[in-house]
């Protein structure tokens, strides 16, 4: 059995890495690919990790891009997660990504909500290379 559609702790998933290799080793997996979206961050972990254990890691990505009626999710498996091209690719994400934030809380600001990135980070559920998945509770 296999599983080819999962999130690291990386983007907006619950575990590490070698977390997703554990619980896939338990449940008796031959092979995952962890997908995190716009991001190969946690794909060096989880291949290293691997190596120690009985199960293939398909190295894959979930990229999110918008199109005429709405977004669409597109997934790569067995990518070169150290191209640099790729690598240039996702940073220039990130950093549309970063400024949409900003733009975000500059409207709550406009609004009259006073808040800042690092106080939405700090209230929500995942925070890393992802947008914050926003609060599990009050500002």
């Known amino acids: 059995m296999i599983d080819l559609h999962i999130h690291s702790t990386v983007s907006d998933g619950e575990l590490?890495?070698?977390?997703?290799?554990?619980?896939a080793c338990q449940l008796?997996?031959?092979a995952i690919?962890?997908?995190?979206h716009d991001t190969v961050g946690g794909l060096q972990e989880a291949i290293e990790?691997?190596?120690t254990k009985n199960i293939e890691v398909i190295p894959g990505i979930e990229l999110d891009t918008s199109i005429k009626y709405g977004k669409m999710h597109i997934?790569?498996?067995?990518?070169?997660?150290?191209?640099?091209?790729?690598k240039k690719i996702l940073n220039i994400i990130k950093k549309d990504r970063d400024r949409r934030n900003k733009r975000f809380i500059d409207c709550f600001n406009k609004l009259g909500i006073n808040i800042t990135l690092d106080e939405v980070r700090k209230h929500s559920v995942?925070?890393?290379?992802r947008?914050?998945?926003?609060?599990?509770?009050?500002?």
């Open 131 to 139: 947008q914050a998945t926003f609060c599990k509770g009050t500002i």
């Open 28 to 30: 008796k997996l031959n």
């Open 126 to 129: 995942r925070t890393n290379n």
């Open 49 to 51: 990790y691997s190596r």
């Open 33 to 36: 690919s962890i997908t995190d």
């Open 16 to 23: 590490t890495p070698s977390q997703i290799i554990d619980k």
């Open 75 to 86: 997934l790569g498996y067995y990518i070169d997660y150290n191209s640099t091209e790729l």
